[in-house]
């Protein structure tokens, strides 16, 4: 699982992919659903992101969740190793990447544990599909609940507010796709986080 020190390392890349994608803090902040306090306090490193802040800001900034934790890889290799999938804490979840980086689609596997961002509800463009490995996951799609088991699977249009939970307290492991599109206007819809003020 990665450091406190590694998350902190996030916060100048933050700060260098905004300014690459030529955005100010508060347009980058508009466009990935947070406000610019909250946006300053990730690329100061006095706030850790959580993976659906670390997604809202990749789709901005036209990047991947892998470039924007300072991850590089020497090419594009077609297989991931399970070896060298190193783990990721953000906002409760963990995730690795099953995927290489720089491709239009985005592979994780990811462990949501029971009562992490359930208040978190995510609208953005773009395609999900999910597959549960492990545990029970309740999926909230519009107005309808879902409650998958193992070897469930959804896939569906992101534009749709979505929000994900474990429900059993031992949490529940997915694996992941969703497409990653390039757009400045993407943005993503945070729900309360507990203390904390958008």
Known sequence: MSSPEALTAVAPQLRALRRRADLTLEAAARAAGL??????????GQRQPSLPMLLALARVYGTT?????????ADRDAVVRHAGM???AAGGWTYWQAGAPGRGMQALRVHVPHGAQGDIVRVHPGEEWLYVLTGRLVLHLGDTTHRLAPGDSAHFDSLTPHRLAAQDADGVELLFVHTLLQSPT??????????ETP
């Open 35 to 44: 406000s610019p306090a909250h946006l300053s306090r990730l690329e100061t």
């Open 65 to 73: 969740v892998s470039e924007l934790l300072g991850e590089t890889v």
């Open 86 to 88: 190193e783990s990721t």
């Open 186 to 195: 993407a943005a993503l819809c945070l729900g309360p986080t507990p203390g």
